[in-house]
């Protein structure tokens, strides 16, 4: 077995002379190098020595090592994560096991070296030569990617294929979970891995005729679930690997107030200011029907007596987010059913009353104005000049005001029409509320299965996509203008529950973990840079209002997030 020895304070090798073709010079070092035969597996090992500046051993306990190469043709990668075997941990010795794959195509390696992982952050070794020689009597290998998490989870499908019985759903249930927590797991900064995606759907062509030779289960079954894996497969094409969590800019949370009696009580600013997080300071504006062109803004007094509350407790104001609403229906009104009978009218008044609260947020120190949530009639493409010209107004006036639209998912799934807001705003606003689960919590429920969901959820709805194609088309960062979940057994797998006051009992565990799930989700994705969580009053409130002096399990977390600099 051949050792290498990898000093990770001061080895330096020769520089790429041809950044194009990226071949690394080896002719003029003593770096390690490794030489093996085409289709070789198992036995081609390696013992790998890490050590300081000084010779003194690297400690290694609780790392993972992860061999990373690009082959010799430039087209396909291994990313293996589970042929390493730990000798000496203390004393910086392992074992690497090349597997077959590796040896696929005949040539010099373009790059590879050893990442070694803990807890999320990682040091690579230098790269090392690695030549493989061709091999003219046998052949066999395909040439693909070959990214160790994925492939386990194509030994998995294909066992479930053989087994298949009355239990198939089940079954196929656990798998799902299990490449929800895949997804989830992987983070950091990695090409994209497209290819992937190709190398499952040539696994489930091969699938699919030993099906119908064996008559393992219907066809028909089959095409359904070949369809979703591929859906599934397409989250990993802006996914990253390795190495980062994201930390959010703006963290807040959602009260809303109305020009009626009922406003954001003194113990609801408590608790928000308390979690570390600032407000989104939700204003009803209220029309008299789906049709009514001429809005009612909230009074100034009901205004100001909310700024001044928050200013005694040193609660910050994150984000003006005015919403439509029918007058004495609070926030039910659906708002994607807002028709206004004159357009023109509607806009000329919508922009004084955007204006207005420019004025607001500039008085009061609030960075961030929501000019709309949720108006689907009103951000068709037909009215995008009207938006335009709402932006342009406040910009002129008040430059360092960041401008945002809140898009439901209606819209923000609609991208060449209602989607097409993002061009005229600062930040690009998403309502996010993905189905974790098909059914009620249960305390067996897992933070990582869970925050798949924001890749794929349960409705088939692909968030993750939605953000990385909003990112990638306009270059602006995204701010989650709302997410979360009614403190319900129910609350992972609905909107909103249908809770019957006191009859339908609380359960702070449930949103607590969909918290986690969401917190975990957004870590993995560097385009989002804030987040306002919905919402500080009933149905989605995490404060328990029977006992309001209570810190609930959904407060804990937020506090933690928050407060705590986990988000």
């Not at 700024?307 to 005694?312: F, G, L, S, T, V």
């Not at 639209?405 to 998403?430: C, H, K, R, W």
């Not at 607590?512 to 987040?531: C, D, P, Q, R, T």
Request: with cysteine.
């Amino acid at each position: 077995m051949e050792v290498m020895t990898f000093n990770i304070d001061k080895d330096r090798r020769n520089l790429v002379d041809d950044k194009q073709n990226f071949n690394i010079d080896f002719h003029d070092s003593k770096y390690n190098w490794l030489q093996a035969r085409q289709y070789e597996e198992s036995m081609r090992q390696v013992e790998v020595h890490v050590v300081h500046g000084n010779g003194s051993p690297v400690d290694l306990t609780g790392m993972n090592p992860v061999f990373e190469g690009w082959m010799p043709e430039g087209l396909y990668r291994i990313i293996d994560a589970k042929h390493s075997v730990m000798i000496d941990a203390q004393n910086g010795i392992f074992r690497f096991d090349f597997p077959a794959p590796a040896f696929q195509i005949a040539g010099s390696y373009k790059q590879a070296f050893f990442r070694l992982m803990k807890d999320g952050m990682s040091v690579t070794t230098l790269e090392f030569s690695l030549e493989v020689l061709a091999d003219k009597v046998i052949s066999g290998l395909i040439p693909s990617d070959y990214i160790t998490p994925f492939e386990d989870l194509y030994d998995k499908i294909e066992e479930i294929y053989k087994t298949a019985d009355g239990k198939f759903d089940e079954q196929l249930l656990a798998w799902k979970n299990q490449f929800n927590k895949i997804i989830g797991d992987l983070n950091g900064d990695y090409i994209k891995i497209k290819a992937t995606a190709d190398a499952l759907d040539s696994r489930l062509t091969v699938l699919e005729q030993k099906i119908k030779d064996d008559g393992l289960l219907t066809q028909a079954d089959f095409d359904v679930l070949k369809n979703d894996l591929l859906n599934r497969m397409n989250i990993v094409e802006h996914q990253d690997i390795f190495n980062y969590r994201n930390k959010l800019k703006y963290k807040t949370i959602s009260a809303t107030i109305y020009n009626d009696s009922e406003t954001i009580s003194n113990d609801q600013l408590n608790h928000i200011q308390a979690t570390g997080a600032d407000l989104t300071l939700v204003t009803m504006v209220t029309v008299d029907n789906a049709n009514d062109s001429s809005p009612t803004d909230i009074s100034d007094t009901t205004f100001n007596d909310l700024i001044d509350r928050a200013n005694k407790i040193g609660l910050k104001i994150g984000m003006l987010k005015p919403h439509i609403g029918i007058a004495g229906e609070h926030d039910s009104f659906g708002r994607d059913k807002y028709d206004p009978d004159n357009y023109d009218t509607f806009f000329e008044n919508w922009k004084d009353l955007m204006l207005h609260y420019a004025d607001l947020a500039n008085a009061n120190g609030i960075p961030i104005l929501s000019i709309g949530c949720e108006m689907k009639l009103c951000t068709d493409t037909k009215y995008l000049v009207k938006w335009q010209d709402i932006y342009n107004s406040i910009k002129t006036k008040y430059p360092d005001l960041l401008i945002t639209y809140a898009m439901s998912m209606y819209e923000f799934e609609d991208p060449e029409n209602s989607g097409q807001i993002s061009s005229v705003v600062d930040l690009i606003g998403l309502n996010v509320y993905p189905a974790y689960v098909p059914a009620n919590y249960d305390a067996t429920m897992k933070v990582d299965e869970l925050k798949g969901a924001w890749w794929h959820d349960w409705n088939g709805h692909e968030f993750m996509q939605s953000i990385n194609g909003y990112y990638d088309r306009y270059q602006k960062p995204i701010y989650i203008t709302e997410t979360g979940l009614t403190p319900y057994d129910d609350g992972l797998s609905r909107l909103v529950s249908d809770y019957n006051g006191t009859d339908h009992a609380y359960n702070f565990d449930a949103q607590a973990i969909g918290y986690k799930a969401a917190f975990e989700a957004m870590a993995l994705n560097s385009h989002i840079i804030g987040v306002a969580i919905w919402h500080a009053s009933k149905p989605f409130s995490f404060v328990d209002e029977n006992n309001v002096n209570k810190v609930t399990p959904s407060e804990k977390v937020l506090t933690q997030y928050f407060k705590g600099g986990k988000s």
